[in-house]
């Protein structure tokens, strides 16, 4: 059975990397008759859910599939979506001048005219990245993210090369502008605009992209239970918590979602199910646009693509201090995955693969 695989390999895993908590999900969108070469194209709608180890190490709480993980820069697929989304309303225009939008922006380097919206979510405008998140010093207003926008940090960059060369450098800072780009289009704040538009409908209603909401900074014990705590290792190689949970609102587009593998279904399963997004505008939001090339992937419009076992996937990857993130799908098989573990670079990835290798070796 493929179950009884999957457990025994997610439980070898979370000793072998030495994780406290890894939290796993895989399944197939209900109706799909998948594929002879994937197991669960034979059951309709299966899903599999796994929760192992800790939520907190020191309390030795366990982890349960409804905690919520720091999902880091899987965010910008929200991000990528609700651009997608503005753009269908035509109040976007994907090849239009990112200074058509934001008609204050600039850069020291003058090439920043040529940017468009459709580098920034390709990661192809030449951007340098985010050189400190500040998570020990944490925003929380409205206006935190177009200061940051705004900042010197930003404004007096230069660009790696032109926009027009086409070629991938994967920036934070590019999609801290799309954030205000979705908010000066919609006339709402970024993080209002998701949850109306994305969470609402999906009915993610363990999903937020203000995780202050959730209480974070009113000390470790004050921390609500369902809240993961972030974990990294010492010196020494022991395991022990993160000083800081990584927030602030300067950076919410990059990478402040905050969810659980239960909600993240909901959002696979729509996405396979091209229930976001018209047909015409997933064509779009999946070609490729440029070669990654430290690992032969393309980037497309907010999603990463790869090829595993002769199959297509689409997704991202997540990474901040005391998480690890990975989210894909595989709309040829109706196939979403996603992994997640509460430690500095747990091998999320890795494990997503193995995970795929086993659905599809059966």
């Known amino acids: 059975?493929?179950?009884?695989?999957?457990?025994?390999f997610l439980e070898k895993a979370l000793i072998n990397y030495d994780l406290p908590g890894l939290a796993v999900s895989a399944g197939t969108i209900s109706g799909s008759t998948g594929s002879p070469s994937c197991s669960f194209g034979?059951?309709?709608?299966?899903?599999?859910?796994?929760?192992?180890?800790?939520?907190d190490l020191v309390t030795k709480a366990p982890l349960l599939p409804e905690h919520i993980f720091h999902m880091a820069s899987?965010?910008?697929?929200f991000v990528g979506t609700s651009i997608l989304l503005l753009r269908e309303k035509g109040l976007i225009d994907l090849d239009g001048a990112l200074t058509d939008y934001l008609p204050w922006f600039q850069l020291k380097?003058?090439?920043?005219?040529?940017?468009?919206?459709r580098h920034l979510l390709s990661h192809t405008a030449g951007l340098t990245d985010v050189q400190d998140y500040h998570w020990d010093k944490p925003e929380t207003d409205e206006g935190a993210l177009e200061r940051y926008v705004r900042s010197r940090e930003v404004l007096e960059s230069s660009l790696l090369w032109s926009p027009s060369d086409g070629k991938f450098s994967y920036s934070n800072i590019g999609y801290e502008i799309l954030g205000v780009v979705i908010a000066t289009v919609s006339g709402m704040p970024f993080e209002e605009y998701v949850r109306e538009n994305i969470f609402r409908p999906l009915e993610m209603h363990d999903s937020t992209l203000l995780t202050y909401e959730r209480g974070i900074y009113e000390g470790e014990q004050a921390w609500p239970s369902n809240l993961c705590t972030p974990h990294e290792k010492d010196e020494q190689k022991n395991i022990v918590r993160s000083k800081h949970f990584p927030y602030n609102r300067a950076h919410g587009p990059s990478s402040t979602l905050t969810s659980n593998v239960?909600?993240?279904?909901?959002?696979?399963?729509a996405h396979l199910g091209k229930k976001v997004l018209k047909k015409e505008t997933y064509d779009l939001a999946?070609?490729?646009?440029?070669?990654?090339?430290?690992?032969?992937?393309?980037?497309?419009?907010?999603?990463?693509?790869?090829?595993?076992?002769?199959?297509?996937?689409?997704?991202h990857e997540g990474t901040d201090d005391g998480f690890r993130a990975s989210f894909w799908i595989c709309p040829e098989r109706s196939l979403y995955l996603i992994v997640c573990s509460n430690i500095s670079?747990?091998?999320?990835?890795?494990?997503s693969k193995q995970v795929f290798d086993l659905i599809c070796s059966e």
């Open 345 to 351: 670079n747990a091998p999320v990835k890795k494990i």
């Open 74 to 77: 899987v965010t910008k697929l």
């Open 286 to 315: 999946w070609t490729p646009q440029a070669l990654v090339p430290n690992n032969g992937e393309q980037i497309c419009l907010g999603w990463f693509c790869r090829e595993q076992n002769g199959f297509t996937l689409f997704g």
């Open 42 to 55: 034979e059951t309709a709608g299966f899903t599999y859910r796994k929760a192992l180890g800790y939520k």
């Open 262 to 269: 239960t909600d993240l279904e909901k959002w696979g399963l």
């Open 109 to 117: 380097d003058d090439r920043y005219r040529l940017i468009t919206i």
């Open 1 to 8: 059975m493929i179950k009884d695989k999957l457990d025994d």
